[in-house]
């Protein structure tokens, strides 16, 4: 074996080897206990989340362990991406797939015999080829193989939604090289996959690492789509800064909207399985790239894309399934940040999803299919907690107390009506046409309709007819979806779905039982703007100045942006205004290496840009050395005076931003830089005391870290207004 130390003698801890390798300040939930598993040489299955941070669970351990780590992924055009990434923060890795040429594969053979090589990316086909194993065992002869990480692990089985029958033979690894540890890493929430995995990869006493599915940074909302559902979606697509990805239900409705949307100048691409291979990857690196901001695309569109800074992702039409939905939804926000992921729901496009189901040639499939429609609409009209709606969906109900505030219904809860009369109408409607009509011809006969079919069947003549003239035809589709979601009435399905009277029903129309209704208010506008945080004007600034040099420094290598630097190190480089090196490195995502390699670069692009706006390098230092010296204060906006002045005659935040006509996050973020420009703000009139004590504590705790994480720490009870009230006072005690 080629001479190299022991494991972590070169490290004290495990923290320092990922701050110089991959510049991070602390493990993500999970990653340590599988970290220090994988170097113990233990098989583990590690279940996270999409964005999770799964593959440091075996970057890691591939750096400090003697040896080569074989990792199996599915997807080759992810892989030289990933090899990229890893070569960016100095970590030798290579790939080998079916792509190659055979001079390119003879060169990485003798690299890896070498010795060179840390980390090895294979597909399945690869990994069983003839001649593969033989490699193998060369290689565990010479330079040793530390392990084998099965990325995407749910392909082994049939119960997942991906699987692929190459992966089935996997389980020949164990009985091949019963020595190699196995990992096997998956995204996939149920507990069948998961029982599966453990069992065809062999996996012998394995740590099983089950991450919450919880994904605190995501915003989750479900608007209507009116007729005016375009005009609405491109408001959306303003008022929501970077990339974006908008799923649709067919290649048809995909190509449309791409096609509409560059007609009204939006920088957009189509991805669906009706474009070639070549203009699909091609779309997809323009994207991936941030040559293009925004892709619109089938749920072709999926599982290979790694993109870590996807700001918020849209549902146009409605999506099959909830685990679809959560794994679709889920690829915003992967680095953590505030992201948004909106649902559009109209019943137009639930009828076309069910008519798809009824074109299916088996009748269990489309039983299953249409539960499982129907869970989507019941999580679409949900007044509760959008999150514990999906969470309760993976059984992690427990986890979730009390409203999130990270959904629309938590921020903006529909009032609930009384609509018992109008169910009773409703119902005796349904009693009257002798349970034989759907509901559109019941609201026809309530709204007191003389077309000629109604005429025709006499139902002009009915006592039930026109007693609904009242309310809208959208109120009475309200009203009888409700009573289906309620089960207060039941639907046939068997492909023309005709109302029928259920005992709950009868309860209802014997006044039995009351009718409560969630009735939408007009959907105000989510805390899209608001959670881009607290960005003053020269953060905003430097922020744009910063992504341009990535991007340069991407393209210059013709990687991604975001393997240049990930969003939250830009933003926090932004925010500090690092100066020097020394500084520089102490931000979240500088490692060694990229401080070697950009340190410079950046640096002086901020130097530069400081001296073009006379600023200093730590805003947080200036306006702690400012605030004995009251001039300062007129670099205080006036915006931040009128709430500041509100604030003194002893007006809540509410009350602050109900006065000014702003949201109580601007009020909160205009307090918070008036705190840290040291004018005399009351936390105590803002933020209850026990939460201020408790906010301190993690503070003090987590001294670096970001807004997000101090949040997740904390959990949902406690809003990022709080939050960031008190860390501004806080932070404005601790300095000198
Ligand atoms: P997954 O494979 O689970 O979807 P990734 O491994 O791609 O997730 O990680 C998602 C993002 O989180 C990446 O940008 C990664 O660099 C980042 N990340 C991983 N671990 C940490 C950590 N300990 N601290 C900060 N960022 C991390
Ligand atoms: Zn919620």
């Known amino acids: 074996m080629a001479g190299v130390a022991s494991p972590t003698a070169a490290f004290p801890s495990l923290e320092t080897a990922l701050k110089h390798h991959f510049g991070y300040d602390r493990f993500r939930l999970g990653q340590r206990p599988v970290i220090e598993a994988v170097l113990k040489s233990q098989d583990a299955l590690v279940i996270m989340p999409t964005g999770g941070g799964k593959s440091l669970c075996y970057q890691l351990p591939a750096l400090l362990k003697l040896g080569v780590m074989v990792v199996v992924s599915p997807l080759i055009a992810l892989m030289q991406d990933q090899v990229d990434s890893l070569t960016d923060n100095g970590v030798v890795a290579t790939c080998l797939n079916s792509s190659l040429d055979y001079g390119t594969i003879r060169q990485r053979e003798a690299d890896l015999l070498a010795g060179n090589i840390k980390l090895l990316y294979v597909s399945p086909e690869r990994l069983m080829s003839p001649g593969f194993f033989g ?20 392909c082994v089985s049939e119960w997942g939604h991906d699987f692929r029958p190459e992966y089935r033979q996997l389980s020949v690894l164990r009985e091949r090289f019963p020595q190699i540890p196995v990992m096997g890493l998956t995204a996939t929430a149920t ?31 479900v608007r209507p789509k009116g007729r005016d ?6 408001r959306q697509v303003k008022q929501h800064p970077g990339s974006g990805i908008i799923y ?81 939804s889920g690829r915003a926000g992967r680095d953590g940040e505030p992201a948004h992921c909106t649902l559009y729901l109209a019943y137009g496009d639930v009828a076309t999803a069910e008519y798809l189901i009824s074109q299916k040639p088996d009748a269990d499939e489309q039983r299953i299919a249409r539960q499982q429609l129907r869970q989507m609409v019941d999580y679409a009209e949900t007044t509760v907690c959008r999150r514990r709606v999906q969470l309760s969906y993976f059984g992690e109900l427990d986890l979730v107390e009390g409203p999130c505030q990270q959904c629309d219904n938590c921020l903006n809860p529909p009032p609930i009506e009384d609509w018992t009369v109008e169910a009773q109408k409703f119902l005796s409607c349904v009693a009257r046409c002798q349970e034989r009509f ?25 006592s039930t007819h026109g007693i609904g003239k009242d309310r809208s035809v959208e109120e009475w589709r309200l009203l009888g979806r409700s009573l289906l979601h309620q089960r207060l009435v039941d639907e046939t399905s068997d492909g023309y779905p005709v109302l029928k009277l259920n005992a709950a029903s009868w309860q209802v129309l014997r006044k039995q039982i009351t009718v409560e209704v969630a009735v939408p208010k007009d959907f105000a506008p ?33 990687v991604p942006p975001y393997v240049v630097f990930p969003e939250s190190a830009l933003r926090q480089m932004a925010r500090t205004r690092p100066q020097t090196l020394e500084a520089f490195s102490q931000v979240s995502g500088v490692g060694s290496r990229k401080l070697a390699q950009y340190g410079e670069v950046f640096t002086d692009a901020i130097r530069q840009f400081c001296a073009d706006y006379g600023l200093e390098s730590d805003p947080g230092a200036a306006a702690r050395r400012s605030r004995p010296v009251r001039e300062r204060r007129q670099s205080v906006g006036d915006t931040h005076r009128q709430t500041l002045d509100l604030h003194r005659q002893g007006l809540s935040l509410q009350e602050i931003a109900d006065q000014r006509g702003l949201k109580a996050t601007t009020i909160a973020s205009h307090l918070e830089q008036l705190i840290r420009q040291g004018e005399t703000v009351e936390v105590d009139q803002l933020v209850d005391t026990d ?18 994480e101090i ?10 207004e709080d939050i960031r009230l008190v860390r501004a006072a806080w932070q404005m005690e601790q300095s000198p």
Not at 438 to 461: C, E, N, P, T, Y
Not at 533 to 539: A, G, M, Q, Y
Not at 691 to 708: C, F, H, P, Y
């Open 135 to 154: 490699l193998l065992e060369q290689l565990i002869k010479t330079v040793g193989v530390s392990g084998f990480a099965i990325d995407e692990a749910h």
């Open 191 to 221: 507990e069948r996959v998961r029982v599966d995995i453990a069992q065809q990869l062999r996996l012998r006493d394995p740590l099983i690492q089950v991450s919450s599915f919880n994904r605190p940074n995501l915003f989750y909302e």
């Open 229 to 234: 559902g375009y005009q609405e979606l491109r």
């Open 248 to 328: 649709c239900l067919s290649r048809k409705r995909v190509d449309e909207l791409a096609q509409r949307l560059t007609e009204d100048g939006e920088s957009v691409l189509p991805y669906h399985a009706g474009l070639s291979d070549d203009t699909r990857r091609e779309n997809q690196t323009r994207f991936i790239r941030d040559d293009v901001r925004l892709m619109v695309a089938t749920v072709a569109f999926g599982m290979g894309i790694n993109k870590p800074d996807v700001r918020f992702v849209i549902h146009y039409d409605i999506p099959r399934n909830i685990e679809g939905y959560y794994q679709e």
């Open 438 to 462: 759907g509901m559109a011809h019941i609201i026809d006969v309530l709204r007191g309709s003389k077309k000629q079919k109604i005429l025709d069947l006499r139902h002009d003549q009915l």
């Open 526 to 558: 989510g805390p899209a703007e608001a959670s881009t945080i607290e960005d003053t004007t020269e953060v905003a600034q430097l922020l744009t100045v910063l992504k341009a040099l990535r991007k340069k420094l991407a393209d210059q290598q013709s």
């Open 691 to 708: 939460r201020q004590r408790t906010i301190g504590t993690v503070l003090a705790e987590m001294e670096n870290a970001s807004l997000t």
């Open 711 to 720: 949040r997740d720490r904390l959990g949902s009870a406690f809003s990022y």
